[in-house]
């Protein structure tokens, strides 16, 4: 049988950009897709289109900024599942501004948006995910290990989801749990160059375009899902998309300096 087939699979973000992509390689694989959004109307464009590639799908309305929505979808999933084989928490939202202009109320809607929710599902499911002994997955960024200029609460709301990412594969590997981080750059969607204009028009053009002025070049999400789960398979602990960019991560822990500089130098191109 392949890997996926009627496997249980909950994607939250599921109705578009990676987390769609997310949900149509499962279908595509024959998982059981659950995928989780706010929206109800995006939420069932999403599952039309998940279901003409021939999938099971049970989309579920949910805000996960909200302990009483995460806790009853884990309930709905737990009594018409019984299980889950795989979480990708792929919901978030990124942001581009100063430092000395993100407020805190900045900083905790993004640590709301990108971190806490992420710790009010995975507790929530995590009774379902250890008894499959499944796997957890946390979209972060390449901001989640580095931090460039001009992208407000982004990056600490992703240095805390990194943290936490680490902290659940140390103790939960050991109960057969799989959990792995993702750090993708800049994904492709229609308004990639445009979106932050109204919301930052201070900072620099180049800080207002996807990957935050660094010379990255914007990925398919359709190839970065698919990485995913071939990344699920091998039970790999991250995935890093671009590669090179490890090289940045491993020269800032080496010397902050030197990490600094080699940022300094993409952002200039």
């Not at 997310?22 to 659950?34: D, N, Q, S, T």
């Not at 069932?44 to 579920?60: D, N, T, W, Y």
């Not at 992420?118 to 957890?136: D, F, I, Q, W, Y």
């Not at 039970?235 to 940022?263: H, M």
Request: aromatic share 6%; hydrophobic share 45%; charged share 20%.
């Amino acid at each position: 049988m392949p890997y996926w087939e009627g496997k249980i699979c909950v994607v939250t973000g599921g109705s578009a950009g990676l987390g769609l992509a997310i949900a149509m390689a499962l279908a595509e694989r024959g998982a059981k897709v659950i995928p989780r959004a706010r929206n109800v109307e995006r939420l069932e464009s999403a599952a039309q289109s998940l279901r003409r590639l021939g999938g099971l799908v049970s989309p579920m309305a949910a805000d996960v900024a909200w302990q009483e929505d995460v806790d009853r979808l884990a309930a709905k999933i737990g009594d018409q599942f019984g299980r889950v084989d795989f979480l990708c928490n792929c919901a978030g939202r990124s942001a581009r501004g100063g430092i000395l202009e993100t407020t805190p109320e900045d900083f905790q809607q993004l640590l709301d948006v990108n971190f806490l929710a992420v710790v009010r599902t995975t507790r929530a499911l995590a009774p379902l995910l250890l008894a499959s002994r499944g796997h957890l997955v946390n979209i972060g960024s390449l901001a989640s290990k580095t931090a460039a200029c001009c992208l407000g609460a982004y990056p600490a709301s992703k240095f805390a989801l990194a943290a936490y990412t680490q902290q659940l594969r140390l103790e939960l590997s050991a109960h057969g749990l799989h959990v792995m981080l993702v750090c993708p750059g800049p994904i492709a969607r229609p308004d990639g160059g445009i979106r932050y204009a109204s919301e930052a028009p201070d900072i620099p053009a180049a800080a207002q375009s996807p990957g935050a002025g660094t010379k990255l070049p914007s990925l398919d999400p359709g190839r970065v899902a698919h990485a995913i789960l071939a990344a699920c398979q091998r039970r790999r602990p991250e995935l890093v998309i671009p590669r090179k960019a490890k090289v940045l991560f491993t020269l800032s822990q080496i010397s902050a300096s030197w990490g600094d500089w080699l940022l300094r130098k993409a952002m200039r191109g």
